[in-house]
């Protein structure tokens, strides 16, 4: 029986010879793509829609992905609706005055 399978450690030491290069292409990366980069794609795909709606089986009021695009699209003059299932908690503010949350518990 073998001590390894010999492609995990193959992979495992070709990452660690190289993680200078691949710590320094993750820097470029991170740089390169972030939210500010992607917004225009999000108003694209909402085109002319002056309202947006985010449906979820899971709680979103923290979840910082579709708060940011929440953000963008409300800035831009959009509605924002989050409706999601979740406990409701006291105290979430909405980050724009056209951002409405609607938290339902589930039974």
């Known amino acids: 029986m073998s001590e390894r399978p010999p492609d995990w450690a193959d992979a495992i030491e070709a990452t660690l010879k190289n993680r200078a290069t691949l710590a320094q292409n993750a820097a470029i990366a991170a740089r390169k793509h972030t939210w500010e980069s992607r917004e225009e794609i999000l108003l694209d795909t909402v085109e002319d829609a002056q309202t947006v709606t985010f449906l979820s089986f899971k709680n979103l009021t923290q979840n910082n992905r579709t708060r940011r ?3 963008t699209l409300a800035k831009r003059g959009r509605t924002v609706k989050i409706c999601c299932l979740g406990k409701k908690e006291p105290g979430v503010v909405p980050d724009h005055e056209n951002i409405r949350y ?4 589930p039974a």
């Open 69 to 71: 695009m929440a953000l």
């Open 102 to 105: 609607i938290v339902v518990e």
